[in-house]
């Protein structure tokens, strides 16, 4: 079996002395690994392409059995220079691919993923202004793209719009309610700002060369990330444990 796709290289290693393994992004198959025989020296078959956070065409060759992938030859499509230079935004886009990795793409949400990995990419790369948030933002849209919606825009109870007002997170249930309602439940409540309400509903929605911190008070964003970490530790199983992250 052999395939051409553009892909995102996630991660590239050495294994043996010319040979290099690499960590894809399909859009149409998830995460793959594949080795890439005499990678570290063939600058013709693979010219710029193998380094982490470049967008690539590349020829796949499946070994007999289907054991593992091999490279065959590559194209940078699209590469990253200035998120190499500025170790704020390195660090960033590192966080986003360690969570992706944890979080585990298969095909079903490959398309997604690969748009949103892409995406964050240019943002990290091209735009002025990075928001603060952005690896926040990042694990909240891709928990949301791979079927964790949050269902914030009424009170699942009293069915009352949440839109501008501040409203109790129900862990467990991933909806909200209003105050007045979240007594009458046993689930996990987290308290949310109004901000924190706007900021999640519109991430279910917008790219992210549209995401934008809004001004908001330092303890709106610590509420903020707390939500997204607390909704997704429950739901998908992963933790930030001693500066990585954790799948459970
Ligand atoms: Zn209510």
Redesign the pocket.
């Known amino acids: 079996m052999e395939f051409s796709e553009r892909m995102l290289v996630l991660q590239v290693g050495k294994f043996r002395e010319a040979d290099l393994w690499v960590r894809l992004l399909s859009p149409s198959r998830g995460i793959i690994a594949a080795f890439a025989f005499g990678g570290s020296r063939s600058r013709k078959r693979f010219a710029g392409c193998l380094d982490t956070f470049n967008h690539i065409r590349v020829h796949v060759k499946a070994s007999p059995g289907k054991q593992y992938f091999a490279l065959q030859e590559g194209v940078l499509l699209e590469g990253v220079s200035r998120l190499r230079r500025d170790g704020g935004r390195f660090g960033m886009a590192v966080n986003c691919m360690r969570f992706l990795q944890s979080f585990g793409i298969v095909p079903e949400g490959a398309e997604k993923a690969h748009f949103l990995m892409r995406e964050t990419l240019r943002v990290l790369e091209g735009c002025e202004d990075v928001p603060k948030l952005l690896p926040v933002f990042f694990r909240a849209r891709l928990a949301f793209d791979q079927g964790y919606a949050l269902e914030l825009a009424h009170?699942s109870?009293?069915g009352?719009s949440l839109s501008g007002k501040p409203a109790r997170l129900l862990i467990r249930a991933g909806r909200a309610?209003?105050p007045?309602?979240a007594g009458a439940s046993s689930d996990y409540r987290l308290p949310l700002g109004s901000d924190t309400v706007s900021m999640l509903q519109s991430l279910h929605v917008l790219p992210p060369g549209d995401w934008a911190e809004p001004a908001v008070h330092p303890a709106a964003a610590g509420e903020f990330a707390e939500a997204v970490d607390a909704f997704i530790r429950y739901h998908v199983g992963i933790t930030w444990e001693d500066g990585r992250f954790v799948r459970r």
């Open positions: 009170c109870r009293c009352k309610v209003c007045v309602c």
